[in-house]
């Protein structure tokens, strides 16, 4: 979904015509990574050793306040990034995420090309790092056969998060409460599910088909303990039927999260390829845990990652050590080391892996 500069004026133009101001936000950053993987036999002659990465991303976000209570803004993420060995999970090389925003005092309406409610309210293992636990980008630099994405070529054969990823950038239109007691409750309606971004591939009978997703969020202050809860229900239409919860808990500067997923099929459901188990994510489960600590500019953190499909052997551990510090506002330094174990059906090497991949990397933001 492309908004050239002109139809982005002529629909920004009208709202100057009322009370009101208008405020406009820019931000980027280049993050640039190397990383050296370090394979087990057999699969040390299947994989590259040495990996780089670059990214550009932008955000952008044009806001009409009409008053304290009340605003529309058209809110806009692109992302350039280099990766060729698995295109990474934001609509591969190139990327954007396009959508509107309504804000009112009776909750908020976003339409486009928003995360779903449930993925947007997730909490599970932190993150000390941008080379997170979840939707893990670890995959640019150490492979796993079971999350290929190349061109149009998809398969999932496990799940890649905890977090209800499975409709990635669809179209789809989301609600969210206002917070009560802490508590805010979400719903999305999504009219067809395929995305570059998500699980769906292209080859899937169901890959029009609509959806629609539940969320909730919790956020406490008890004790001097910062609690954070989420929890996720998803009804794809002749897909699966899924579902999460997550924890958070903070305290002087330590986060200690967890959170589960789980998807499965029913008889109403389109039945699994037995032939090629490209989807065989649409019945299993997955579920991380982790613990970071967080003292001035430096924050380290461990995380696991558990992922495993119900009716085949496919199975992913990984482990992940990571490591940032914020030299300045504009620039941050990270260090993270991982190890990833992934089964696939049998034991053919080109459907397994096992490695450690150690990578640096630097951050520059405006």
């Known amino acids: 979904m492309k908004i050239s500069p002109i139809v982005l ?4 133009a009208p709202l100057t015509a009322f009370a009101g101001v208008l405020e406009a936000d820019l931000d980027a950053s280049l993050d640039n990574y190397y990383g050296y993987s370090d394979y087990a036999k057999p699969y040390n002659k299947i994989y590259k050793n040495n990996n780089l990465n ?17 605003s529309t803004s058209l809110i806009g993420y692109f992302m350039i990034d280099s990766a060729k060995e698995v295109e990474n999970y934001n609509q591969g090389i190139w990327g954007e995420e396009v959508y509107a925003l309504t804000e009112t005092p009776y909750g908020d309406i976003t339409i486009g090309q928003d995360a779903n409610v449930a993925y947007n309210f997730a909490v599970g293992a932190p993150n000390a790092n941008k080379i997170h636990i979840n939707n893990t980008e670890l995959v640019n630099f150490i ?3 079971n999350w290929y994405k190349k061109g149009h070529r998809v398969a999932y054969k496990t799940l890649n998060s ?21 508590i805010k409750l979400g719903a999305t309606y999504i009219p067809e599910t395929y995305s570059q971004s998500g699980l769906v591939s292209k080859k899937a009978e169901y890959k ?34 899924e579902y999460s919860a997550g ?32 989807d065989s994510y649409r019945e299993g489960r997955a579920y991380n845990l982790g613990i970071s600590y967080a003292f001035g500019p430096l924050t380290t953190g461990v995380a696991y990652f558990d992922s495993k499909a119900k009716n085949s052997n496919n199975h992913d551990e990984i482990i992940s050590f990571s490591n940032s510090w914020q030299y300045n506002k504009h620039i941050t330094f990270s260090l993270t080391a991982a190890h990833l174990l992934s089964r696939g059906e049998d034991n053919d090497v080109n459907k397994n892996n096992k490695g450690y991949a150690f990578i640096v990397g630097m951050e520059l933001s405006l």
Not at 9 to 12: R, S
Not at 54 to 70: A, H, I, K, P, T
Not at 210 to 218: F, M
């Open 9 to 12: 004026a002529l629909g920004i």
């Open 54 to 70: 670059s990214s550009l991303n932008l955000f952008s976000r044009v806001s009409y306040v009409y008053n304290e209570d009340y």
């Open 143 to 145: 492979n796993n056969p």
């Open 162 to 182: 905890t977090y209800i990823n499975t409709d990635g950038a669809s179209l789809k239109a989301n609600y969210v409460t206002p917070s009560f007691a802490g």
């Open 208 to 241: 029009d088909n609509s959806a629609y997703v539940l969320g909730a969020y919790g956020a406490w202050d008890i004790f001097d303990y910062e609690l954070e809860t989420s929890l996720g229900f998803a009804d794809y239409h002749k897909n699966d039927k």
């Open 247 to 278: 924890i958070s808990i903070y305290r002087k500067g330590w986060t200690v999260g967890a959170s589960y997923r789980k998807t499965e099929v029913n008889g109403h459901d389109y039945a699994l390829n037995k032939e090629n188990l490209y």
